[in-house]
Nanobody, 118 residues
């Protein structure tokens, strides 16, 4: 129904930057919010940031001022620009898309590993 393809993860040093991208298939008119979640080992998945179709953003307190989420509605693509990375940002990052058409609303990417070394 909707396929999400993520890219951009990797191993970086603390203080550096990384950008994640997620491209969604499907009808752009059906896509509502797009966002990024992360899950560190032994922890629950948590919201990092999300963005509505009109550009309203929401960030976890832990990333405010360091991460920026953006999207291109015509390309069904969402990005997460991550600056000043910290070791505690290490996690698997998942793209999430809300899709109004079809039987399922929430769609998830396969996850991309981000590892920040100190």
């Amino acid at each position: 129904q909707v396929q999400l393809v993520e890219s951009g993860g990797g191993l970086v040093q603390a203080g550096t930057s990384l950008t994640l991208s997620c491209a969604a298939s499907g009808d752009s008119m059906c896509i509502t919010a797009m966002g990024w979640y992360r899950q560190a080992p032994g922890k629950e998945r948590e919201l990092v940031a999300d963005i509505t179709g009109d550009g309203t953003t929401n960030y976890a307190d832990s990333v405010k001022g360091r991460f920026t989420i953006s999207r291109d509605n015509a390309k069904n693509t969402v990005w997460l620009q991550m600056n000043s990375l910290k070791p505690e940002d290490t996690a698997v990052y998942y793209c999430n898309v809300g899709y109004l058409c079809g039987s399922d609303y929430d769609h998830w990417g396969q996850g991309t590993q981000v590892t920040v070394s100190s």
